[in-house]
């Protein structure tokens, strides 16, 4: 018997407005982490290419489409997810403009926040730690 380990995607939304770079986050409307801001991701459907998979839950999240997206690290820390061993795939996507929001399935609410000041709480999961990463390919 082999551990379950699932495997998920967060993207990095990355826009600059007026010399400020902003990045895009969701409120969790569910558990684990419900009611703190992260990144719009999830779970990778069984046959779908990982970059499909972010694109698709941008979308189903935030209303967001775009055209492409730089793969920039694996976050696999035992213990980042409360449900169990997962693996997230961070991609990184810029645009130039801070596009219309429309939150929907597991999000609550969709924001832009200024990279310097994202929201006081800690955000879910280890998204600080994934911005971070993706902060460095700008």
Known sequence: ???????????VVFCKVNNQFKVLLIQRKNDPFKGQWALPGGFVDE???????????????TGVKVESMQ?????????RDPRGHTISIGFLSR???EEHLEPSDDAKDA?????????????????DEIINVAQQFL
């Open 95 to 97: 645009i130039y403009c």
């Open 111 to 127: 924001r832009w926040f200024e990279i310097e000041k994202l929201p006081d709480m800690d955000l879910a999961f280890d998204h």
């Open 47 to 61: 046959g779908e290419d990982l970059e499909t998979a972010a694109k698709r839950e941008l979308e189903e999240e």
């Open 71 to 79: 793969q920039v690290q694996t976050f696999g820390k035992p213990g």
């Open 1 to 11: 018997m082999g551990q379950k380990i699932s495997v998920t995607v967060d993207s």
